[in-house]
C-alpha cells in the first residue's frame, strides 16, 4: 500500500523554525520526485518546493527562497522540509506529494500521483 505520511507540524512563533518530515513506503521513492505543496484557508493549493530523484535538483517558488529547504534521504525513505524564519501567511495545511520521474521536477499538483493527508503549520503568536 502507498503511503506519504507528513509530521512535524504544530503551532510556531513568527520567525521560529520548523522541519517536516514526509515518509514514505509502498513504492520505491528513490524513483520519484518528491514535491510540497501548501494550502491556507480559503485560498488554492500552492507548489512551495520539489526535489528530483536522478541528481536531487530542487525548485523553489519564489515565495519561499531562502527561506524553505528540501532534502531527501533514500535510505530511510524521507523527505524533510526545513522552515526558517516564519512568517503568519506560512500558515497553512502542508503537503508532500510524489511524481514518478527521472530528472524532470513537476512543479503542479496534477504532476503528482500519489498525496500525503497533509501537516498543519499555524504561526501565529
Known amino acids: 500500500q502507498v503511503q506519504l505520511v507528513e509530521s512535524g507540524g504544530g503551532l510556531v512563533q513568527p520567525g521560529g523554525s520548523l522541519r517536516l518530515s514526509c515518509a514514505a513506503s509502498?513504492?520505491?521513492?528513490?524513483?520519484?520526485?518528491i514535491g510540497w505543496f501548501r494550502q491556507a484557508p480559503g485560498k488554492a493549493r500552492e507548489g512551495v518546493l520539489a526535489v528530483s530523484s536522478g541528481d536531487g535538483s530542487t525548485y523553489y517558488a519564489d515565495s519561499v527562497k531562502g527561506r524553505f529547504t528540501i532534502s531527501r534521504d533514500n535510505a530511510k525513505k524521507t523527505v524533510y522540509l526545513q522552515i526558517n524564519t516564519l512568517k503568519p501567511e506560512d500558515t497553512a495545511v502542508y503537503y508532500c506529494a510524489a511524481s514518478l520521474s527521472s530528472w524532470y521536477i513537476p512543479k503542479l499538483d496534477y504532476e503528482y500521483s500519489y498525496w500525503g493527508q497533509g501537516a498543519q503549520v499555524t504561526v501565529s503568536s
Open positions: 509502498g513504492f520505491t521513492m528513490e524513483h520519484y520526485a
